[in-house]
């Protein structure tokens, strides 16, 4: 993965048909997403459980573009050389998903995983002050993680605002996870975010069959974005 800021659309497979992760990854990678995201959730991080890493691992080979683990388990240290061995590009850890932060982004990048540090809402940026030299992408939710479909919290635009800055130009990734659509997508990208997480703003109304829709709700989300850095 070489790094770049141009910005990359990546639709979340929780939003997906469960029972067809293969040909729905296939679908959204034809229509022109960029990354593909993968929500793993625990019931006990979060309010909610998703997959594990053999899912990672079976449709891994389905996926052309990057594999985008986000992970929201606790305690995560144990689980993270399994998602790696499934195939991740990416491994995203939230700050509060173990003991030791740092420890968990060493982990990470020590198996030749890019890695990423999740915040949520109500956590500060101070929290990852003194690990973002190690990290290759913050992940900044805009949203309480656990489900999607939940509408966008506007206060983390600024939180996005102000960690551009104190990135300034190291080769780090924004991501924005939580309630993108065409109605926010411009506020974050302006904001200074690059990487823009989409469950049910990309697969709401398509299906593998009809996946054009995909394709239309992916160019509506991109071109939002885009407009708002002309």
Not at 44 to 66: D, E, L, M, S, Y
Request: charged share 20%; hydrophobic share 40%; with cysteine.
């Amino acid at each position: 993965m070489n790094f770049d800021r141009s910005l990359k659309i990546a639709p979340s497979i929780l939003s997906a048909d469960f029972a067809n992760f293969g040909a729905e990854c296939e679908a959204i990678e034809k229509e022109g997403c960029d990354w593909v995201h993968i929500d793993v959730m625990d019931g006990h991080f979060v309010p909610n459980i998703t997959f594990g890493p053999q899912t990672c691992k079976a449709i891994r080979p389905h996926i052309k573009t990057v594999m985008d683990v986000h992970l929201m388990i606790s305690p995560v240290d144990g689980f993270i050389e399994a998602f790696a061995d499934s195939g991740a590009d990416i491994i995203t850890a939230h700050v509060e998903a173990g003991p030791h932060i740092h420890r968990t982004i060493q982990k990470i990048k020590s198996l030749g995983v890019k890695a990423g540090v999740a915040i949520n809402p109500g956590t500060s940026l101070s929290s990852i002050e003194y690990i973002l030299d190690m990290v290759d992408l913050v992940c900044v939710m805009t949203v309480n993680p656990g489900f999607g479909g939940q509408k966008f919290i506007h206060s983390q635009v600024e939180k996005v605002r102000i960690l551009r800055e104190i990135i300034g130009d190291r080769e780090i990734h924004i991501e924005i996870d939580g309630g993108v659509t065409p109605e926010t997508a411009h506020l974050v990208s302006k904001a200074g975010a690059d990487v823009l997480v989409a469950g049910s703003g990309v697969f709401s109304g398509g299906s593998v069959e009809n996946s054009s829709v995909y394709g239309r709700n992916i160019k509506e989300i991109r071109d939002s974005a885009n407009n708002a850095l002309k």
